[in-house]
């Protein structure tokens, strides 16, 4: 990425950061509807623990949803009500892994997210991403310690 793009990236209108915190907003309500269904139907002992770990995902999501809104209100906008489409699997793999990648989205947004903030000079907003943001990366974590494999290192950006 040239460093004009990065630049523009990173210069944002208060208009435009209110749609991009819808966009993770709906984000947070496709998180809390996939761990509400996955920790009900992930069956059998092997799942018992996950499902359970995956029920307080769910609560810790409503709690993201919840910060984001208040962040758009104070910015002057409307939270949105739309949750990003939910996949769905009768594979528990499947289902796991579909949390996994977008736990991955979650952070990278986010990361990104606080950098724009900061640039704005909205401190406050990048403080609660980042509490946010440390919870998604330990979901992250779990779900990559359910799925028996471990949390791949970061890409380097192409410059």
């Known amino acids: ?42 069956k059998g002992a092997a799942y018992t623990d996950i499902a359970r770990e995956l029920e307080k995902h769910a609560a810790e999501e409503l709690g993201h949803a919840l910060k984001i809104s208040k962040q758009i209100d104070y910015f002057g906008g409307m939270p949105g009500v739309t949750p990003k489409p939910v996949k769905l699997s009768e594979d528990p793999v499947a289902m796991l892994q579909f949390d996994l990648e977008n736990e991955r989205q979650t952070v990278a947004r986010y990361r990104l997210r606080i950098r724009q903030a900061e640039a704005m000079g909205e401190f406050a907003l990048s403080e609660v991403l980042r509490g946010i943001i440390v919870q998604e990366q330990e979901h992250e974590m779990d779900l990559c310690d359910a799925l028996g494999i471990d949390v791949p290192p970061q890409k380097k950006k192409a410059e």
């Open 1 to 42: 990425m040239k460093k004009s793009d990065q630049a523009d990236e990173l210069n944002l209108t208060r208009e435009q950061m209110i749609a991009f915190l819808n966009e993770d907003l709906a984000g947070e309500y496709q998180a809390i509807i996939a761990y509400t269904v996955y920790s009900q139907v992930l």
